[in-house]
């Protein structure tokens, strides 16, 4: 570095990057404390924040400020808060978007164990390697109906793009690692024609058909336990989906999956897959190269791929047409085909 850049360097981007660790704690706390609750019915003073939920002024005074710093709550030049739009549609109980679970989620069950990270780092080795394996469920069984709102808008756009609701026969879906059945239940909820057949492990599958039947689509679902690394995955779908399970598993993995699911496909069906994508050259962007760090601490093998990986697997397994579908997640879609003949 040269002298000049060198006095030109300043520690306020080290600073701003060591005090983040605050915004999801402070998010986590207004939630538990139900205060974009109390301010769905409009703004409030710190007072009035408190009577209604009982949490003291100076604790909302100090998360309520950040939170305004951070542009998840807005104060007017009297002194009263209020939601922005981006809180009032993910962070109030009662509307559909609500994220609040995640969030609460990666505070409570997941932070924790980034503390050991440099030795993980310095071993190579995950601090709890079960999530490809089958005694994962319990853990599973509680985050899928969390993480369900981030996959959401993502698999209702893949309802539209595929055409579900012009389906004039019976359309048969398979949802791979199932989880809360979101995948499924999005293209359900299209048609009365899609017939879903969701794969996951046995101990995840009652939360599955507990979700699908809140969203209406229960009798449109099979729930089969079943190995989706190892076991033979059926055949005579038109639809597959596979909702962020390649980042869990090796490379050797996911290329024995995505075969597989070639296989359970009719000539001409589709696999959509959802994921963090990482660019080529994995420079950015920065949240899937921060779930890969998630995977380094939590898998032996999984990690975020690349779209060329990804590409390549499917290419191998005999998928083509391969592209991308934006949709409301952090990564695009990707889609593929199974040639007709
Ligand atoms: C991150 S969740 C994704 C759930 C859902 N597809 C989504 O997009 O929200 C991963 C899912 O894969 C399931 N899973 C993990 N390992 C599995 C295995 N070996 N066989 C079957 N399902 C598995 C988990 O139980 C969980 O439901």
Redesign the pocket.
């Known amino acids: 570095m040269s002298s000049r850049a060198a006095s030109q360097a300043t520690p306020e981007h080290l600073m701003q990057t060591v005090w983040k660790f605050m915004q999801p704690l402070a998010l986590d706390a207004a939630i538990q404390n139900h205060v974009f609750d109390a301010l769905d019915a409009g703004p409030k003073t710190l007072e009035e924040v408190s009577q209604a939920t009982g949490a003291s002024v100076r604790g909302l005074a100090a998360i309520m400020n950040l939170l305004v710093g951070v542009n998840f709550l807005t104060k007017t030049a009297d002194g009263r808060y209020a939601l922005t739009p981006d809180s009032s549609a993910f962070l109030v109980s009662s509307k559909p978007g609500y994220h609040g679970g995640f969030v609460h989620y990666i505070v409570s069950g997941l932070i924790a164990n980034f503390l050991s990270l440099a030795e993980v780092v310095r071993t190579g080795k995950p601090i709890e390697s079960h999530?490809?394996?089958?005694e994962?469920?319990a853990?599973?069984?509680e985050?899928?109906g969390n993480?369900?709102p981030?996959?959401y808008p993502g698999?209702k756009a893949v309802a539209e793009e595929l055409g579900v609701s012009r389906a004039t026969q019976p359309l048969n879906v398979l949802?791979?690692?199932?989880?809360?059945?979101?995948?499924g239940i999005a293209l359900a909820q299209a048609s009365p024609q899609v017939r879903v057949t969701a794969?996951?492990?046995p101990?995840?599958l009652p939360?599955?058909r507990k979700i699908a039947k809140q969203f209406g689509v229960g009798d449109q679902f099979t729930c089969v336990?079943?190995?989706?690394?190892?076991?033979d995955l059926g055949s005579g779908y038109s639809v597959a989906?596979?909702?962020?399970?390649l980042?869990?598993a090796s490379p050797d993995k996911n290329r024995f999956l995505l075969k597989n699911i070639f296989r359970a496909l009719v000539p001409g069906g589709t696999l959509v897959i959802?994921e963090f994508i990482v660019n080529e050259d994995r420079k950015g962007p920065v949240e899937p190269l921060a779930f890969a760090v998630n995977m380094l601490v939590h898998t032996e093998h999984g990690n975020a791929y690349t779209l060329g990986e990804m590409r390549s697997w499917l290419q191998e397994a005999g998928f083509v047409n391969v592209r991308t579908l934006a949709a409301p997640a952090l990564s695009p879609l990707i889609i593929a085909d199974k040639p007709r003949s």
């Open positions: 999530l490809d394996r089958p994962a469920a853990f599973f069984e985050l899928v993480i369900m981030v996959a698999a949802d791979i690692g199932a989880g809360s059945g979101v995948w794969v996951d492990l101990g995840v939360v599955t336990g079943k190995d989706i690394f190892q076991d989906t596979l909702g962020h399970i980042h869990m959802g």
